[in-house]
């Protein structure tokens, strides 16, 4: 029960500084603050660092096994997406290649994080 309320905060959290950063980018572009060419790299960053930001907390949280707890996170995250993709047709091999390192990611911010404790 104790791992389940650490996995769901964390997931919170994600979504939270996902849903944050993806509204002050949508604001930015609706304002004409910044460009389309800013929107584009901003959708891929964003959920890089969002998956990083998850396993940096796992990774804080875990003992042992750090870049184990960033894979779960990363799965627990990525799957659903290549699951919607995969529903509406827009799974191709360069989705493939970003969900590769959405995974990468989240396992390397949780080894950073299980380094920092």
Same mark, same amino acid.
């Given at each position: 029960?104790?791992?389940?309320?650490?996995?769901?905060?964390?997931?919170?959290?994600?979504?939270?500084?996902?849903? &944050?950063?993806?509204?002050?980018?949508?604001?930015?572009?609706?304002?004409?603050?910044?460009?389309?060419?800013?929107?584009?790299?901003?959708?891929?960053?964003?959920?890089?660092?969002?998956? %990083?930001?998850? %396993? *940096? *907390?796992?990774?804080?949280?875990?003992?042992?096994?750090?870049?184990?707890? %960033? *894979?779960?996170?990363?799965?627990?995250?990525?799957?659903?997406?290549?699951?919607?993709?995969?529903?509406?047709?827009?799974?191709?091999?360069?989705?493939?290649?970003? &969900?590769?390192?959405?995974?990468?990611?989240?396992?390397? %911010?949780?080894?950073?994080?299980?380094?920092?404790?």
């Amino acid at each position: 029960m104790k791992y389940l309320k650490k996995l769901f905060k964390c997931l919170l959290y994600t979504f939270l500084f996902f849903a &944050f950063f993806s509204l002050l980018l949508t604001a930015f572009n609706y304002f004409n603050i910044i460009n389309y060419q800013t929107v584009t790299i901003g959708k891929i960053i964003i959920p890089i660092l969002s998956l %990083g930001f998850s %396993g *940096l *907390l796992m990774g804080k949280k875990a003992t042992k096994n750090g870049w184990l707890e %960033g *894979l779960k996170i990363s799965l627990i995250i990525t799957i659903p997406l290549i699951i919607f993709a995969t529903i509406i047709g827009e799974f191709s091999p360069k989705k493939l290649t970003f &969900f590769l390192i959405l995974i990468i990611t989240g396992i390397f %911010g949780s080894i950073l994080g299980i380094n920092k404790t």
